[in-house]
Nanobody, 124 residues
Framework: QVQLVESGGGSAQAGGSLRLSCAASGVTVSSNCLGWFRQAPGKEREAVARRDSNGMAYLADSVKGRFTIYQDNAKNTLYLQMNSLKPEDTAMYYC??????????????????WGQGTQVTVSS
């Protein structure tokens, strides 16, 4: 049984930082597809960042240079370090997983397992 538990969301001012964590069980972070998605009110869920099982990272253009995705294999945990936050980063952030090696898809529809989400609110 796959479980993904996010934590680390909250409120920040523009220019601030937050770190999101996704503790995974039932799926090995280092050898499957895991990523971060977000959904703002009235908008579709979108990919923010994900790592392939070979370590290649994808970051959405809107977060490049500000966000970093990385993992702790010993803890089987995925992280999203968010720096230089902007009000437009305000959204519910979700961790998602799917079994598979190599290249990982970016569409939310391709992910089978989801965490409960953690809210990020950035004020100007």
């Amino acid at each position: 049984q796959v479980q993904l538990v996010e934590s680390g969301g909250g409120s920040a001012q523009a220019g601030g930082s937050l770190r999101l964590s996704c503790a995974a069980s039932g799926v090995t972070v280092s050898s499957n597809c895991l990523g971060w998605f977000r959904q703002a009110p009235g908008k579709e869920r979108e990919a923010v960042a994900r790592r392939d099982s070979n370590g290649m990272a994808y970051l959405a253009d809107s977060v490049k240079g500000r966000f970093t995705i990385y993992q702790d294999n010993a803890k089987n945990t995925l992280y999203l370090q968010m720096n230089s936050l902007k009000p437009e980063d305000t959204a519910m952030y979700y961790c998602a997983a799917r079994y598979g090696r190599g290249w990982c898809p970016l569409s939310p529809q391709d992910y089978n397992y989801w965490g409960q989400g953690t809210q990020v609110t950035v004020s100007s």
